[in-house]
């Protein structure tokens, strides 16, 4: 059963805007706390955002002023709108609970290159 479905990636050159969706199960969105984390090649996943659900924002340093986060309630959906894009944004990027991370979903790959 899926839980999380992530869309939204794709191809920019570097200083494009993205806007990333992810739609969730009740049982994972409802209530709690909704992170975006990433994945580059050789490297460990990380957490870029997260949103509680009376959204609170948090963000990590290298994201900070380029990147926000935003969820729907009423469609279980999280966002992720991303602008001003770096070739170090590269990443297969994911959504999942913050910090009792469930079942990971398939990703989407957001690729920054000219």
């Known amino acids: 059963q899926v839980q999380l479905v992530e869309s939204g990636g794709g191809l920019v050159q570097p200083g494009g805007s993205l806007r990333l969706s992810c739609a969730a199960s009740?049982?994972?969105?409802?209530?709690?706390?909704m992170g975006w984390y990433r994945q580059a090649p050789g490297k460990e996943r990380e957490l870029v955002a997260f949103?509680?659900?009376?959204?609170?924002?948090y963000y990590g340093d290298s994201v900070k002023g380029r990147f926000t986060i935003a969820r729907d309630n009423a469609k279980n959906t999280v966002y992720l709108q991303m602008n001003s894009l770096k070739p170090e944004d590269t990443a297969v990027y994911y959504c999942?609970?913050?910090?009792?991370?469930?079942?990971w979903g398939q990703g989407t790959q957001v690729t920054v290159s000219s």
């Open positions: 999942n609970r913050h910090p009792n991370v469930v079942e």
């Open positions: 009740g049982r994972i969105f409802v209530g709690n706390v």
């Open positions: 949103i509680t659900s009376g959204r609170a924002t």
